[in-house]
């Protein structure tokens, strides 16, 4: 089944630095990637995701990018703020919808110092 | 905006009782999902549901059933609580076709004696 690794487990960036997540995945037939973020106290919010066909996605301050050729995909936030802070999970995927089962990775915790 | 609501933020209960942790989702899901959290390891699937009376076991689904008697409502079950059931459980929604765009309730922090 797959697999998906989330590294690393924390990290702390100044505000208004950029913070990178990597997360690999194992099964190559994965072809949709959400990403969570869940903050102090509430449940996962889902904030961007990409489809195997798309390379890189951009929302604002967040991207995505996909490298299908070696499994990995990183979630990209620039300009961090402290509400920026949370606990980041990437997911995959064989499809977004179906039967296909959504597996986490296991979480990072960003902490945005001001 | 999907709203789904957990019936309890925190719950205690003794090794043995029989818990019940319900879930309501607002926007005519058809899928369900309940989900416990733990440090470490992740979000781990228990069960879902993908219609009214329909349910499939998810990765770790010992120690606990589900009923799903309205398209609405997702209920967890403990039928005997134990201390290794202390985690963090969390429900989720999402439409049929969009499978795994899910959306997540604030959790219910249990905790078994």
């Known amino acids: 089944g797959e697999n998906v690794e989330q590294h690393p487990s924390t990290l702390s960036v100044q505000e208004g630095d950029s913070a990178v997540i990597k997360c690999t995945y194992s099964?190559?037939?994965?072809?949709?990637f959400p990403w969570y973020k869940q903050e102090l106290g509430k449940g996962p919010q889902l904030i961007i995701d990409?489809?195997?066909?798309?390379g890189e996605k951009k929302d604002q301050r967040i991207a995505v990018t996909l490298n299908k050729t070696a499994k990995h995909f990183s979630l990209h936030i620039t300009e961090t703020q402290p509400e920026d802070s949370a606990v980041y999970f990437c997911?995959?995927?064989?499809?977004?919808?179906?039967?296909?089962?959504?597996?986490f990775g296991k979480g990072m915790k960003l902490t945005v110092n001001p | 905006d999907v709203k789904v609501t957990q019936s309890s933020r925190y719950l205690v209960k003794r090794t043995g009782e029989k818990v019940f942790l319900e879930c309501v989702q607002d926007?005519?899901?058809?899928?369900m999902f309940w989900y416990r959290q733990d440090p470490g390891l992740g979000l781990r699937l228990i069960y879902f549901?993908?219609?009214?009376?329909?349910?499939e076991k998810g990765d770790i689904p010992e120690g606990y059933s589900v009923s799903r008697e309205k398209k609405e409502r997702f209920s967890l079950i403990l039928e005997s609580a134990s201390t290794n059931q202390t985690s963090m459980y969390l429900c989720?929604?999402?439409?049929?076709?969009?499978?795994?765009?899910?959306?997540f309730g604030p959790g219910t922090r249990l905790t078994v004696l």
């Open positions: 926007m005519d899901h058809e899928n």
């Open positions: 989720a929604s999402s439409l049929l076709d969009r499978a795994n765009t899910q959306y």
């Open positions: 549901s993908y219609d009214v009376k329909m349910k």
């Open positions: 099964d190559s037939a994965s072809n949709y």
């Open positions: 990409i489809r195997s066909n798309v």
């Open positions: 997911a995959a995927s064989r499809s977004q919808g179906g039967s296909e089962k959504l597996v």
